[in-house]
């Protein structure tokens, strides 16, 4: 059964770079979720998407923005990155905004040097 | 707001043994209420959920969980474990209905199975 993709697993950075990030949700999940995940810590719930409209919003920073688009993939873009931000970034999706039960990626390992 | 709390981060226990991993939630409106495994260097995945209904909810790979409103509870459980079990495992919850997915999780629990 096809999953939640997301590119790259991997990305290295230097501070002050910009960095983006992207997710491919399950066939016919309208709903996308961002979570951060640091070193050791649980997962931050980012920012939601439902029918390509931001439904939520959560600990993002200003530096952060996102979207969804019209074939329902999302974007992250992080801007002047910090050390701070190093972290495993987990996109998420659902069937819609209600049944709770979220699908998610392997992850998309940031490293800002 | 809401917040969740796991009360053991780290459980050791041998294999074929029971486990408990506890879990305490707090909301001001009723919730939905997720356990989910995380293997190293992976994404979580769903091992049950509460939505309504009964309170004894059975997931994948054997496990458990019994929603206790009085005690605002959701232990997960498994009366015997494998070494394939070990693995991160997060309690999360979230305001049912608004958003079901924006959930806020635990800090985890580093399950360990030793032979």
């Known amino acids: 059964a096809a999953g939640v993709i997301q590119s790259p697993r991997h990305l290295i950075k230097e501070k002050r770079e910009t960095a983006t990030l992207k997710c491919y949700p399950i066939p016919r999940h309208d709903t996308v979720y961002w979570y951060q995940q640091g070193p050791g810590q649980d997962p931050q719930f980012l920012i939601s998407?439902?029918?390509?409209?931001?439904?939520d919003k959560g600990s993002i920073p200003d530096r952060f923005s996102a979207q969804q688009f019209s074939d329902y993939h999302s974007e992250l873009n992080m801007s002047s990155l910090e050390l701070g931000d190093s972290a495993l970034y987990f996109c998420?999706?659902?069937?819609?905004?209600?049944?709770?039960?979220?699908?998610f990626g392997e992850g998309s390992r940031l490293t800002v040097l | 707001a809401q917040s969740v709390t796991q009360l053991d981060s780290q459980v050791p226990v041998f294999e074929e043994a029971p486990v408990e991993l506890r879990c305490n939630y707090s909301?001001?409106?009723?919730?939905?209420l997720f356990w989910y495994v995380q293997y190293p260097n992976q994404g979580l995945q769903l091992l049950l959920k509460y939505l309504s209904g009964s309170t004894l909810v059975k997931g994948i790979n054997g496990f458990e969980a019994e929603f206790n409103k009085s005690q605002t509870s959701f232990h997960l459980r498994k009366p015997s474990v494998h070494i394939s079990d070990t693995a991160e495992y997060f309690c999360a919850v979230s305001e049912g209905n608004t958003n079901a997915g924006k959930s806020t999780f635990g800090d985890g629990t580093t399950l360990t199975v030793k032979p």
């Open positions: 998407f439902y029918e390509k409209m931001q439904s």
């Open positions: 998420a999706s659902s069937l819609d905004l209600h049944t709770g039960e979220l699908f």
């Open positions: 909301s001001s409106v009723s919730v939905y």
